[in-house]
């Protein structure tokens, strides 16, 4: 298994955001490490389980995506790119529809 390079700029731009919601530093930059984490395991085309917390209030356990093969296949091109509203976006493998969160509400990554 091939190491992870988190980027810096990203962890410590998502710890800033969970500040902002009142969360303490070290919360906060663990989510930073966990939402980059997510992010370089999906792009380098691993079907990963995680978890967040809906706006609702209610707690998602999703598996997904951002396999290239699989994010051209689904891109349509219309509407606002959901990454523009700092959401965290990724291709749900069970409805085989786009989501998005906020990287403050990251739960967890199951595996």
Aim: charged residues 25%; contains cysteine; proline residues 1%.
């Amino acid at each position: 298994m091939k190491a992870i390079q988190f980027n810096s700029n990203n962890v410590i731009t998502t710890a800033v955001k969970c500040m902002q919601h009142d969360m303490d530093e070290a919360t906060a930059v663990s989510k930073g490490m966990m939402a980059e984490t997510l992010k370089k395991r999906m792009m380098r085309g691993e079907v990963v389980r995680f978890c967040y917390q809906k706006l609702n209030g209610e707690i998602r356990f999703a598996v997904g995506t951002l396999q290239s093969d699989a994010v051209k296949a689904n891109v349509t091109g219309n509407g606002i790119p959901k990454r523009l509203y700092g959401m965290f976006v990724y291709l749900d493998l069970q409805k085989m529809e786009w989501r998005g969160f906020k990287q403050e509400r990251l739960i967890g990554i199951v595996d």
